[in-house]
């Protein structure tokens, strides 16, 4: 069974740092890249950052560059998001989500398509 | 960055209703639009991708259509198990971004 399972969330004060993790499991983690996106109480869907299969490419939302540093183990099919100078505005759930991808070449499509149930953090004093 | 908008951002609707959703990308996007559903605490789940194309396991009263910057998400008859909010997301470039998304209640 294909499985992600996210752990690491708590809660942590306005400035202080957290590091999520990400496990896999019953998929090959090293040929997929992965994401990071969360969802503020209420609120809609934000993505966060991107990372590719071995590691040597990342990508950041805005808000959260210089903060924020994706990163995986492949030898661990685990993927992690450290979080630093944290804001009371990044009280969220973290979702982190395999990216999945339909065609060739440069008409291939992508997506996420597996999903973990997600980890909850909260940042407040 | 790329903005999606959808519309409407709720609606009411009874079983067996046909259900649009439309999905606005600021710039052509291709066909590089997914569509996604959300339960209450629950993680979003993957119903279409490249704008038209089923997600295997979805069933086929949902459907997908569009390309460029105009997008639509239908469903051809509401089931009790539909209630929930969904989601457009373009994968045209990152910063990937999401639609605010559509709450689709029962009437």
């Known amino acids: 069974e294909v499985q992600l399972v996210e752990s690491g969330g708590g809660l942590v004060q306005p400035g202080g740092s957290l590091r999520l993790s990400c496990a896999a499991s019953?998929?090959?983690?090293?040929?997929?890249?992965m994401h990071w996106v969360r969802q503020a109480p209420g609120k809609g869907l934000v993505w966060v950052s991107r990372?590719?299969?071995?590691?040597?490419?990342?990508t950041y939302a805005d808000s959260v560059k210089g903060r924020f540093t994706i990163s995986r183990d492949n030898a661990k099919n685990t993927l992690y998001l450290q979080m630093n100078s944290l804001r009371a505005e990044e009280t969220a759930v973290y979702y982190c989500?395999?990216?999945?991808?339909?065609?060739?070449?440069?008409?291939?499509?992508?997506?996420?398509?597996?999903w973990g149930k997600g980890t909850t953090v909260t940042v407040s004093s | 960055d790329i903005q999606m908008t959808q519309s409407p951002s709720s609606l009411s609707a009874s079983v067996g209703d046909r259900v649009t959703i439309t999905c606005r990308a600021s710039q052509s996007i291709s066909s590089y639009l997914n569509w996604y559903q959300q339960k209450p605490g629950k993680a979003p789940n993957l119903l279409i991708y490249a704008a038209s194309s089923l997600q295997s396991g979805v069933p086929s009263r949902f459907s997908g259509s569009g390309s460029g910057t105009d997008f639509t998400l239908i469903i051809s008859s509401l089931q009790p198990e539909d209630f929930a909010t969904y989601y457009c997301q373009q994968s045209y470039i990152t910063p990937w971004t999401f639609g605010q998304g559509t709450k689709v209640e029962i009437k």
């Open positions: 019953g998929i090959t983690f090293s040929t997929y890249r």
């Open positions: 989500a395999r990216e999945g991808y339909y065609g060739s070449g440069s008409s291939r499509s992508y997506y996420m398509d597996v």
């Open positions: 990372i590719n299969s071995d590691g040597s490419s990342t």
